[in-house]
């Protein structure tokens, strides 16, 4: 088989003789033919002969003249050698390892393992052995350990773990924080958890550490799902030129993933012994819950497989559904898929965001549900065990949250008795405090304890925003009180949470909350450290009951809206005020996610909102009614016709002309109160009712429509949970107050039912 590699069939230099491969002239032949057997070219394998040379030429530099010398950690330092430099001398490189290791002809290693790969070796074998973690769990666990065994230095020298304190391992989290997300980071801690509870179990760590590591927080459907048009994917499989055997099995690929929202596993492991001709269906390995799911094979899936099967696939012994298509031969990787799908929209050039080969089972999934198929047959269609894991898909579902975003509300006339300029609300009346100037650094002796904590925090994920002004505000009072204080002492505590008195009990203990944890961090060098009693701390009041606002009434408070003057920095200040009314009331938002939006957050052709990045790191789409949908646009015209910011990343909320400014909650509370006022609107105890109090207005407003209308209420719960943003029912639960005309239709629709059950002529 040697004989195809000369100069008149390969086309190359007719000096390829073992003397000018020093390294691996004793298997020259055997590789070559190694390659030939895997598919490869002649012109392929001389090219890989000629990229060997280099490998040769280094190796000598490095003094490595003979293959005997040479092991897999050496050729390893050579493929990362070329992999930065000459990437197609490190493919070549990889083949050589590949060759060498099945044959057996280099040793893993000459002489002892150095300390990092003992110690990966032997926690390997333990995540194996005690956890049983499949393969490539454990591979992902040592490629996130091996950087802390680097930040350690462990590949230079054996490392003593009974010296290990917790600063080392959070100097690493705030290193690790600078290239990982939050949802990364929360893998590494758990690794690093993991890592330290063996150190500790087996002896070689003096402190349980695994239990001081906090975990940054990853809360439950925080991403909206990738999916995207079911057009969108039709046109892109249209697009794929199927004459072809590459396009063709990059056609069957896709249709197979999106037909029965495949994971990319899955459809790389699908083999021909899962196809049941006869009884007509395909058996699909999952590799997410290692269970087995049989799907039935339509006609046009069967017709689909067999056109694959005759044209484009080619003989093989393997057993694998889709095969690489050039050398080297064999199945196709776990991640072909996405590759593939990458390819394929970029040739198509139709406009679609790619966003990883999941997004067609996200879009399987979303549009099942448009088509008013069932939760559950789709959490059985996707192989779900739970309908929790189907439900993240119902917020995609555009249409069916729609039903619950409440109508605009009718205009009226009003007249109102109170004057705009005097129609300022008489405020609560609040003890005084001295406020202090909070500096932009820390600057007591705490100051340098102080900023790891805060650093530790945001490499956690935390934002600390809030947190910061409280612990300044702590660090200013030490600093102005107790500069000299080495310790904190329950006299400091107290005297600081003195000062705290006026603000509400739930507030003061937050944070007084904050600050202990603060002590909690400190005192770890420090056992004898005061750390204060938490049954010491405020008393969360009782909550307050909101204020529903009824129709009527927000229809006088948006009525009342037109008599708020227009300014030279924002001559639109009462139709922005309006349509944030409106917004907060009709949508159910929150005064923070009303501030942050921008005018690309705004989809009229669809009429959504999109919130991003709201509470718990949260993303939802908001459906707009019709008439809401027409009012913001009505609002948006106006803009731009008077030459205002209508740029994209302009905020919905802007007060001022030329500086960009957006409504502060602050100032919107203000002109909320004053219209109030003017409305005649009040609570119980004669105050305005709350901002916050709109929302809850929105979702009483919602089931009072669905009572109206004789719709199950039940069924639509999940629907207003997805609306406001919730991961659950108990969440939304908080909002829904029983009202008397609640009552009263609940009591209607129970008579209605269930009456004639009673009666004397009634029957079961």
């Given at each position: 088989m040697t004989a195809?590699?000369?100069?008149?069939?390969?086309?190359?230099?007719p000096h390829h003789s073992r003397n000018e491969l020093p390294i691996i002239g004793p298997v020259m032949a055997p590789y070559i033919e190694w390659l030939q057997q895997r598919g490869y070219q002649p012109a392929t394998v001389a090219q890989h002969l000629c990229q060997l040379r280099q490998l040769g030429i280094w190796l000598e530099q490095k003094h490595c003249h003979r293959l005997a010398e040479l092991d897999l950690a050496g050729l390893m330092v050579a493929y990362n050698h070329f992999n930065r430099h000459k990437r197609y001398v490190a493919g070549a490189v990889r083949s050589l390892v590949r060759f060498l290791r099945e044959r057996k002809a280099i040793p893993e290693r000459h002489g002892p393992l150095s300390?990092?790969?003992?110690?990966?070796?032997?926690?390997?074998?333990y995540l194996a052995e005690v956890r049983g973690l499949s393969p490539g769990t454990i591979s992902s666990h040592l490629c996130r350990l091996r950087l802390f065994f680097l930040f350690l230095r462990l590949d230079r020298c054996p490392f003593n773990f009974q010296n290990l304190q917790m600063n080392r391992v959070e100097a690493y989290l705030r290193v690790a924080a600078r290239s990982n997300n939050r949802v990364s980071m929360h893998c590494i801690v758990c690794c690093l958890r993991g890592f330290l509870k063996f150190k500790h179990s087996t002896g070689q760590l003096r402190q349980p550490l695994h239990w001081q590591i906090a975990a940054p927080c990853v809360y439950q459907m925080e991403k909206l799902p990738r999916a995207i048009p079911w057009l969108q994917i039709q046109q892109?499989?249209?697009?794929?030129?199927?004459?072809?055997?590459?396009?063709?099995?990059?056609?069957t690929m896709i249709y197979l993933a999106a037909a029965y929202g495949l994971r990319r596993s899955e459809v790389a492991r699908l083999t021909l012994d899962d196809i049941d001709w006869r009884a007509r269906t395909l058996r699909i390995h999952q590799t997410k819950t290692r269970q087995v799911l049989k799907q039935p094979l339509t006609d046009e899936a069967a017709n689909v497989l067999i056109r694959y099967l005759r044209e484009a696939r080619s003989q093989s012994k393997h057993r694998h559904l889709f095969l690489k298509l050039v050398a080297p031969a064999g199945p196709l990787d776990c991640s072909a898929l996405h590759n593939v799908l990458r390819?394929?929209?970029?040739?198509?050039?139709?406009?679609?965001p790619f966003c990883g080969s999941h997004m067609l089972r996200h879009s399987?999934?979303?549009?099942l549900l448009q088509q008013g198929v069932a939760v559950k047959m789709i959490g059985d269609t996707l192989g779900h065990k739970t309908i929790e894991s189907t439900s993240t898909y119902?917020?995609?579902?555009?249409?069916?949250?729609?039903?619950?975003?409440?109508?605009?509300?009718?205009?009226?006339e009003i007249e109102c008795r109170v004057d705009w300029r005097t129609s300022r609300h008489r405020p609560r009346i609040r003890p005084k405090h001295r406020c202090l100037h909070l500096p932009a650094h820390f600057r007591s002796r705490f100051a340098q304890n102080l900023d790891d904590f805060v650093a530790l925090k945001r490499a956690l994920g935390c934002r600390c925003m809030g947190e910061t002004a409280v612990l300044a505000h702590w660090d200013c009072f030490i600093q102005s009180h107790y500069p000299k204080a080495r310790q904190v002492n329950a006299e400091m505590f107290n005297a600081w949470s003195n000062q705290l008195s006026h603000l509400k009990p739930i507030v003061r203990r937050s944070r007084q909350r904050l600050v202990r944890k603060f002590l909690l961090f400190a005192a770890r060098k420090n056992e004898n450290a005061f750390i204060p009693d938490l049954t010491t701390f405020a008393k969360p009041s009782q909550t307050l009951q909101p204020r529903l606002i009824t129709e009527p009434e927000m229809a006088r408070i948006l009525a009342v809206t037109s008599r708020i003057p227009p300014s030279f920095a924002n001559p639109l200040r009462a139709e922005t005020v309006k349509i944030g009314f409106v917004l907060l009331f009709c949508c159910g938002l929150r005064c923070g996610e009303l501030l942050r939006l921008k005018l690309a957050d705004l989809d009229l052709e669809q009429r959504l909102l999109h919130i991003r990045l709201t509470k718990f790191y949260k993303s939802r789409i908001v459906p707009l009614s019709p008439s809401v949908s027409a009012e913001v646009e009505r609002y948006l015209t106006l803009r731009r016709s008077q030459g205002l910011p209508s740029h994209p990343d302009s905020s919905l909320m802007w007060s001022h002309r030329n500086r960009q400014q957006v409504f502060t909650d602050g100032s919107?509370?203000?002109?909320?109160?004053r219209c109030c006022v003017c409305a005649d609107v009040f609570n119980d105890r004669g105050h305005p009712p709350r901002l916050h109090d709109l929302r809850h207005s929105f979702a009483v407003g919602a089931l009072q429509r669905w009572y109206a209308q004789g719709i199950n209420v039940q069924a639509k719960l999940p629907h207003l949970a997805t609306y406001l943003g919730h991961a659950n029912l108990a969440c939304t639960h908080y909002y829904l107050k029983l009202t008397p005309e609640l009552r009263q239709a609940a009591t209607q629709r129970y008579h209605n039912r269930f009456a004639t059950l009673f009666t004397a002529g009634g029957a079961l």
């Open positions: 195809n590699l000369s100069p008149k069939h390969s086309g190359s230099s300390p990092l790969e003992a110690e990966q070796i032997k926690y390997g074998a892109l499989l249209l697009s794929i030129d199927c004459s072809e055997p590459f396009g063709l099995r990059d056609f390819d394929r929209i970029k040739r198509s050039g139709l406009k679609i399987l999934a979303t549009h119902m917020r995609l579902g555009v249409e069916e949250l729609r039903v619950v975003a409440l109508p605009l509300p009718a205009s009226v919107l509370l203000r002109l909320w109160h």
